[in-house]
């Protein structure tokens, strides 16, 4: 299922533009390969291996999720094994979390180890074909291996903000010893975390849109995903979930944002804005001359 779109590029060079904001701060804190540049960054790589090794166990016990059998959830089981079978990917692991938030998850370092979540809420909210739209999305996440993009962009962040931390405190060297710009130089060091995270955000939302439309070929169905999201808008809306330290870290991975967020808090969403989504499915669906299925 290859892509045939541009998200793919535009990920690869907000890619470029995070390691350039990390360079920055390597200059900044002394020119070349500072062995702080190259500590931070390897405690960075340590972080993403764990997070992206461990990325299913997080994820369902932020949200206090069990697995669920088939006698269970025999719709849930049907759709995945389905969709699964029409990508020649394996069955993964299905899960239901208590909570009346309507939203979804896919997660898991591939195919092999992947795991869907459903909350109760998105269960009682979604008809059949909706529900099929919304995990042909989250499979493709898996199949995409967004687990691992996301996991690398926010090591690289937070190399950037501890870098950053560091010039703060303990002065940057290329100022000291070449006479640079001091003013340059805070302005990077308060800058460059905020252009990191903006850098993150902008990966995950290019991801939902990637995983949107590869979801949508994949049920053939685009506006059963539309509809879907229409309804998730409103739910999420309706029923958001506290903003703890646990369901923050795992926010990214849901179909839908699942706090409510307004004004500037949408500039540091994870997601795209529903309309924008919405109206992208609907564009696919009149290229592929409506809905096929149902």
């Known amino acids: 299922m290859g892509h045939q779109h541009y998200n793919g590029v535009k990920t690869a060079a907000l890619f470029g533009a995070m390691w350039a904001v990390l360079l920055g701060i390597g200059w900044l804190?002394?020119?070349?390969?500072?062995?702080?540049?190259?500590?931070?960054?390897?405690?960075?790589?340590?972080?993403?291996?764990?997070?992206?090794?461990?990325s299913d166990k997080i994820a369902i016990r932020a949200m206090r999720a069990r697995p669920v059998s088939e006698i269970e959830q025999p719709g849930m089981y049907r759709i995945v094994r389905e969709l699964s079978?029409?990508?020649?990917?394996?069955?993964?692991?299905?899960?239901?979390?208590?909570?009346?938030?309507?939203?979804?998850f896919a997660t898991g370092r591939?195919?092999?180890?992947?795991?869907?979540?459903?909350?109760?809420?998105?269960?009682?909210?979604?008809?059949?074909r909706e529900l099929r739209g919304v995990l042909g999305h989250?499979?493709?996440?898996?199949?995409?291996?967004?687990?691992?993009?996301?996991?690398?962009?926010?090591?690289?962040?937070g190399v950037i903000t501890s870098l950053a931390q560091f010039a703060l405190f303990f002065g940057g060297g290329s100022d000291r010893d070449r006479g640079g710009n001091p003013i340059a130089g805070l302005l990077l060091v308060f800058?460059?975390?905020?252009?990191?995270?903006?850098?993150?955000?902008?990966?995950?939302?290019?991801?939902?849109?990637?995983?949107?439309?590869?979801g949508a070929?994949?049920?053939?169905?685009?506006?059963?995903?539309?509809?879907?999201?229409?309804?998730?808008?409103?739910?999420?809306?309706?029923?958001?979930?506290?903003?703890?330290?646990?369901?923050?870290?795992?926010?990214?991975?849901?179909?839908?944002?699942?706090?409510?967020?307004?004004g500037m808090g949408r500039l540091f969403s994870t997601h795209p804005p529903m309309a924008e989504r919405i109206a992208r499915l609907e564009k696919q669906a009149g290229q592929q001359g409506g809905v096929t299925r149902y």
């Open 29 to 54: 804190l002394g020119g070349g390969t500072p062995k702080f540049l190259l500590l931070f960054t390897g405690l960075g790589l340590v972080m993403t291996a764990y997070s992206y090794w461990n």
């Open 85 to 104: 079978t029409a990508a020649r990917q394996p069955m993964p692991r299905l899960y239901v979390s208590p909570t009346a938030a309507p939203n979804a």
């Open 110 to 128: 591939s195919p092999k180890n992947a795991a869907v979540c459903c909350t109760e809420g998105i269960l009682g909210l979604l008809d059949e």
């Open 138 to 157: 989250e499979l493709m996440h898996v199949y995409n291996r967004d687990i691992l993009t996301s996991s690398v962009a926010a090591a690289v962040a």
């Open 191 to 214: 800058l460059a975390p905020l252009a990191a995270t903006i850098i993150q955000l902008a990966i995950s939302r290019t991801r939902e849109f990637d995983a949107d439309e590869d």
């Open 217 to 262: 070929t994949l049920t053939n169905d685009p506006l059963a995903l539309a509809s879907a999201l229409r309804k998730l808008e409103q739910g999420t809306q309706a029923r958001p979930l506290p903003q703890d330290r646990q369901l923050v870290d795992v926010s990214h991975l849901m179909i839908a944002n699942p706090f409510r967020g307004a």
